[in-house]
């Protein structure tokens, strides 16, 4: 599933869409190559990919696209079991802005700063955050130590007013009673002043995960955006194709 979000920022619009590919396969590649057309940058999580592999997103696509990203594999240790996360940021390179890579100690997040012609920067996060398990305390642990991060990101830039985090957030806000990480995006939300787009008026968000085996449908995927961000979000929805 993905999400698409698109923001005015006085007379710059951007079209920011994200996407869970599970992989790259041909088939993800070819799909995510398709989508990056469709907006101006692609958040994109569980790459499975090393880092030296991440032009394998942008291989023999029509067009000429730039990949930044980081991989939650070790080079250096052989793979055990499937390969696992990693995130990845596209988008076409012929477009007129430019990013700024900034190094996170972290490898479920990757933090840039968007820099548009004659208007404010934006800091960007691409996150991929561990699963939603009450009973798994380590989770809850990582889950911290990620928004912490963030936030520290946040306070050595403070300069940047504006701040879009994106990707896979592994919760479902709606459920807060039966969560044991809703409550601390809830509380990260409120201490930095940031708010979940699910929150725009009319927006068009049904669900962006269907667990196949039970049937049941969660929202994790979100965009959270600084609050005076917020009023400039025109649209907000969820493609289910």
């Given at each position: 599933m993905?999400?698409?979000?698109?923001?005015?920022?006085?007379?710059?619009?951007?079209?920011?869409?994200?996407?869970?590919?599970?992989?790259?396969?041909a088939d993800r590649v070819q799909y995510l190559q398709g989508l990056v057309q469709r907006c101006d940058l692609l958040f994109v999580q569980e790459t499975w990919l090393h880092d030296f592999e991440l032009h394998k997103l942008t291989a023999n696509s029509r067009?000429?696209?730039?990949?930044?990203?980081?991989?939650?594999?070790?080079?250096?240790?052989?793979l055990r079991g499937r390969p696992h996360g990693g995130c990845a940021l596209l988008f076409r390179?012929?477009?007129?802005?430019?990013?700024s890579c900034v190094n996170v100690d972290c490898k479920c997040l990757f933090a840039c700063i968007l820099n548009l012609p004659n208007m404010?920067?934006?800091?960007?996060?691409?996150?991929?955050?561990?699963?939603?398990?009450?009973?798994?305390?380590?989770?809850?642990?990582?889950?911290?130590?990620?928004?912490a991060t963030i936030e520290s990101v946040m306070a050595l830039h403070s300069d940047v007013d504006q701040v879009i985090i994106a990707g896979d957030f592994n919760t479902d806000p709606s459920r807060v009673r039966h969560s044991a990480h809703s409550p601390l995006l809830a509380d990260f939300c409120a201490r930095n002043s940031m708010r979940l787009c699910l929150t725009v008026e009319g927006h068009g968000v049904d669900y962006t995960y269907e667990n196949e085996a039970t049937g049941a449908y969660s929202i994790l995927d979100?965009?959270?955006?600084?609050?005076?961000?917020l009023s400039s979000v025109v649209s907000y929805a969820c493609i289910h194709e």
């Open positions: 993905d999400a698409s979000h698109a923001t005015d920022i006085g007379r710059t619009s951007l079209k920011l869409c994200s996407w869970n590919s599970r992989g790259h396969a067009d000429e696209l730039t990949v930044f990203g980081v991989s939650a594999m070790d080079p250096s240790q052989s390179s012929q477009l007129s802005f430019s990013i404010p920067k934006i800091l960007l996060f691409n996150v991929y955050m561990p699963c939603d398990e009450r009973y798994r305390t380590e989770n809850t642990e990582r889950y911290e130590e990620i928004l979100h965009f959270v955006v600084n609050e005076a961000l």
